[in-house]
């Protein structure tokens, strides 16, 4: 019971930070327009890459946001604790939100991307079917009762708040952290160069490859080529068997323009020294102290 | 007489297919020369290009660079003094910030980190872009990359630079603000090839103009000399500049004495008008 209503202070708590944020930031968009805009140009696919360039936290020291993210996992998943998660959660929204100035709606839309899967994969855990009426619940549908209990619904409650907060944790570091830089941290790491340059390449090459398919798929559209299924099919396979053959011949183009300005078969980028301050260290560590007392006196 | 900076010698090259894409090429570039290489499409202009860079291995002839050969070993040495700005700009940004794009060239001939943070500051305020900085490139406009793929070059600090075709695509702003950074770069006495279609701009830009056809040189003179000749003209699917031919009308309806004296510009054009009357 102790622990029922710890839980229901820390979401009141949360409620009334979020209600606060909302007002806050529309207060100052009534001032000032948004300073970070870079402009919407791919769509909603690239938000999150987006975000992470206007972030006000992305001058943050890459390899310290990606290992807090990534402590701040490991205990979320090993401590398995509800209270654990709360305050993970509501770190995590502070940091991303506050910090880095992203909207409560943007945060909310960017969050809410895995909840099918979650409420699928944990309702699975809480309900359960049986010919006869047991269990604390139960509801009568036809020739059998799907039933269920306290303890299965706080199992996939608790279940549900322990996944979120992983998920902002890495959010956390999604929405602040430009891909160059989390690619730059696993190179630190000594992941091996074959992957790091593959995935320098790659996420290049995504907005490349979107814009030319982008364009064929206009010009196809424009010559009536997706009017009907039958017409969208055959489309669809030529314009990706052009894509292959567009990209075979830009690989080349590629591999000349670096061969120009002296490529030797090693790629390193300029990166920035981005400085940790004393303060963020501190703070991350008193976080973590507090996580591991909070799982202390509640376990 | 000064030696040539750069030389070509009887330079063949055969594609992958058994095409000749040059056939026999040879050319002299002096320092601080402001060359435009025109030419129809295919006749062989990129390939020289990235035969004198080394990208493009050709079959056979010679490269000499400041008096020396340039053979496998100091390959190297060539690339990183001629540098090519291409076309399509996003055929030639590799990075995913600006800083790291513009560092790439400088970081590849193993400078410093110091040099090379020094080197990228420097050519993103040479190109008036230093705020675009921590972008990524996927987020900059058409004009933008232009500037960004010069800016790469510019780091290089090469001494020869090359333009494949760099005012397709452009608006006519960002037009103009290419013809300001040549025009700032000459002052610096670099040397500088421009292949273009435009023989406006050629006319008015170049002191040199090189004409491909078929792999081979056809024409390598004076704008005047070339734009005077029709055959050349003919042969390389070319017209003659807008200001020559209004000239060259002008004089034959005697409203302009025959001074030879060609307006180059606009501005010229307009003076030499003004005296008119």
Same mark, same amino acid.
């Given at each position: 019971?102790?622990?029922?209503?710890?839980?229901?202070?820390?979401?009141?708590?949360?409620?009334?930070?979020?209600?606060?944020?909302?007002?806050?930031?529309?207060?100052?968009?009534?001032?000032?327009?948004?300073?970070?805009?870079?402009?919407?140009?791919?769509?909603?696919?690239?938000?999150?890459?987006?975000?992470?360039?206007?972030?006000?936290?992305?001058?943050?020291?890459?390899?310290?946001?990606?290992?807090?993210?990534?402590?701040?996992?490991?205990?979320?998943?090993?401590?398995?604790?509800?209270?654990?998660?709360?305050?993970?959660?509501?770190?995590?929204?502070?940091?991303?939100?506050?910090?880095?100035?992203?909207?409560? &709606? +943007?945060?909310? !839309? $960017? =969050?809410?991307?895995?909840? *099918?899967?979650? @409420?699928?994969?944990? %309702?699975?855990?809480? #309900?359960?079917?049986?010919?006869?009426?047991?269990?604390?619940?139960?509801?009568?549908?036809?020739?059998?009762?799907?039933?269920?209990?306290?303890?299965?619904?706080?199992?996939?409650?608790?279940?549900?708040?322990?996944?979120?907060?992983?998920?902002?944790?890495?959010?956390?570091?999604?929405?602040?952290?430009?891909? &160059? +830089?989390?690619? !730059? $941290? =696993?190179?630190?790491?000594? *992941?091996?160069? @074959?992957?790091?340059? %593959?995935?320098?390449? #790659?996420?290049?090459?995504?907005?490349?490859?979107?814009?030319?398919?982008?364009?064929?798929?206009?010009?196809?559209?424009?010559?009536?080529?997706?009017?009907?299924?039958?017409?969208?099919?055959?489309?669809?396979?030529?314009?990706?068997?052009?894509?292959?053959?567009?990209?075979?011949?830009?690989?080349?183009?590629?591999?000349?323009?670096?061969?120009?300005?002296?490529?030797?078969?090693?790629?390193?980028?300029?990166?920035?020294?981005?400085?940790?301050?004393?303060?963020?260290?501190?703070?991350?560590?008193?976080?973590?102290?507090?996580?591991?007392?909070?799982?202390?006196?509640?376990? | 007489?000064?030696?040539?900076?750069?030389?070509?010698?009887?330079?063949?090259?055969?594609?992958?297919?058994?095409?000749?894409?040059?056939?026999?090429?040879?050319?002299?570039?002096?320092?601080?020369?402001?060359?435009?290489?025109?030419?129809?499409?295919?006749?062989?202009?990129?390939?020289?290009?990235?035969?004198?860079?080394?990208?493009?291995?050709?079959?056979?002839?010679?490269?000499?660079?400041?008096?020396?050969?340039?053979?496998?070993?100091?390959?190297?040495?060539?690339?990183?003094?001629?540098?090519?700005?291409?076309?399509?700009?996003?055929?030639?940004?590799?990075?995913?910030?600006?800083?790291?794009?513009?560092?790439?060239?400088?970081?590849?001939?193993?400078?410093?980190?110091?040099?090379?943070?020094?080197?990228?500051?420097?050519?993103?305020?040479?190109?008036?872009?230093?705020?675009?900085?921590?972008?990524?490139?996927?987020?900059?406009?058409?004009?933008?990359?232009?500037?960004?793929?010069?800016?790469?070059?510019?780091?290089?600090?090469?001494?020869?630079?090359?333009?494949?075709?760099?005012?397709?695509?452009?608006?006519?702003?960002?037009?103009?603000?290419?013809?300001?950074?040549?025009?700032?770069?000459?002052?610096?006495?670099?040397?500088?090839?421009?292949?273009?279609?435009?023989?406006?701009?050629?006319?008015?830009?170049?002191?040199?103009?090189?004409?491909?056809?078929?792999?081979?040189?056809?024409?390598?003179?004076?704008?005047?000399?070339?734009?005077?000749?029709?055959?050349?003209?003919?042969?390389?699917?070319?017209?003659?500049?807008?200001?020559?031919?209004?000239?060259?009308?002008?004089?034959?309806?005697?409203?302009?004495?025959?001074?030879?004296?060609?307006?180059?510009?606009?501005?010229?054009?307009?003076?030499?008008?003004?005296?008119?009357?």
């Amino acid at each position: 019971m102790n622990e029922m209503m710890l839980l229901f202070l820390c979401g009141l708590l949360a409620a009334v930070f979020l209600l606060a944020e909302v007002r806050q930031h529309n207060h100052a968009h009534e001032g000032t327009h948004h300073r970070h805009k870079i402009g919407h140009k791919h769509g909603e696919g690239f938000v999150i890459d987006m975000h992470a360039y206007a972030s006000k936290i992305s001058h943050w020291n890459p390899s310290f946001k990606v290992i807090l993210a990534i402590v701040t996992l490991v205990l979320c998943i090993a401590l398995n604790n509800p209270c654990v998660s709360l305050a993970v959660l509501i770190v995590m929204a502070y940091l991303t939100m506050v910090k880095g100035g992203l909207s409560v &709606s +943007e945060y909310l !839309s $960017v =969050m809410m991307i895995p909840i *099918v899967f979650i @409420l699928l994969g944990t %309702l699975a855990i809480a #309900i359960e079917f049986s010919y006869q009426p047991i269990g604390q619940y139960n509801l009568h549908c036809g020739f059998f009762y799907v039933y269920t209990s306290q303890d299965k619904l706080k199992e996939m409650i608790f279940l549900i708040l322990k996944v979120f907060a992983a998920v902002s944790a890495l959010q956390m570091m999604t929405l602040s952290t430009p891909s &160059s +830089e989390i690619i !730059s $941290v =696993m190179r630190k790491a000594h *992941v091996p160069t @074959l992957i790091i340059e %593959l995935m320098n390449i #790659i996420y290049r090459y995504i907005f490349i490859l979107l814009d030319v398919y982008s364009k064929m798929k206009n010009s196809a559209d424009s010559r009536q080529g997706y009017c009907d299924f039958r017409t969208s099919c055959y489309t669809f396979g030529g314009v990706a068997g052009n894509m292959l053959i567009v990209s075979l011949k830009k690989a080349n183009v590629y591999y000349d323009a670096m061969e120009s300005r002296c490529y030797d078969g090693e790629m390193v980028f300029l990166e920035e020294e981005k400085k940790v301050a004393a303060g963020q260290i501190i703070a991350a560590a008193i976080f973590v102290v507090v996580l591991l007392m909070l799982w202390w006196f509640t376990k | 007489m000064k030696q040539p900076i750069l030389s070509v010698r009887d330079l063949h090259y055969v594609y992958g297919n058994g095409q000749a894409g040059l056939d026999g090429v040879n050319l002299d570039i002096n320092e601080g020369e402001k060359i435009a290489v025109i030419g129809s499409n295919g006749a062989g202009k990129s390939t020289f290009f990235l035969n004198v860079n080394g990208v493009l291995k050709a079959e056979r002839g010679e490269i000499i660079y400041r008096g020396t050969t340039i053979t496998r070993k100091n390959l190297k040495e060539l690339r990183k003094n001629i540098g090519i700005v291409f076309q399509d700009a996003d055929n030639q940004i590799i990075a995913s910030t600006v800083r790291a794009e513009v560092g790439f060239g400088p970081m590849n001939l193993k400078l410093p980190k110091e040099e090379v943070i020094k080197r990228v500051d420097e050519a993103l305020t040479y190109m008036n872009i230093l705020d675009f900085k921590d972008r990524p490139p996927h987020y900059l406009s058409g004009g933008e990359k232009k500037k960004v793929s010069i800016a790469d070059i510019i780091a290089m600090k090469s001494e020869i630079i090359i333009f494949d075709e760099p005012t397709v695509a452009l608006d006519p702003l960002n037009a103009e603000m290419l013809e300001e950074v040549l025009e700032k770069l000459s002052r610096e006495e670099k040397t500088m090839l421009i292949s273009t279609h435009d023989v406006d701009f050629a006319y008015r830009w170049a002191e040199r103009i090189i004409v491909f056809c078929q792999g081979k040189i056809i024409a390598d003179g004076s704008p005047l000399e070339i734009f005077q000749n029709e055959e050349v003209l003919k042969q390389s699917n070319l017209k003659q500049p807008m200001l020559l031919n209004v000239y060259e009308s002008l004089v034959q309806k005697q409203l302009v004495a025959d001074e030879k004296k060609y307006p180059r510009s606009i501005e010229e054009f307009q003076k030499m008008i003004q005296q008119l009357s």
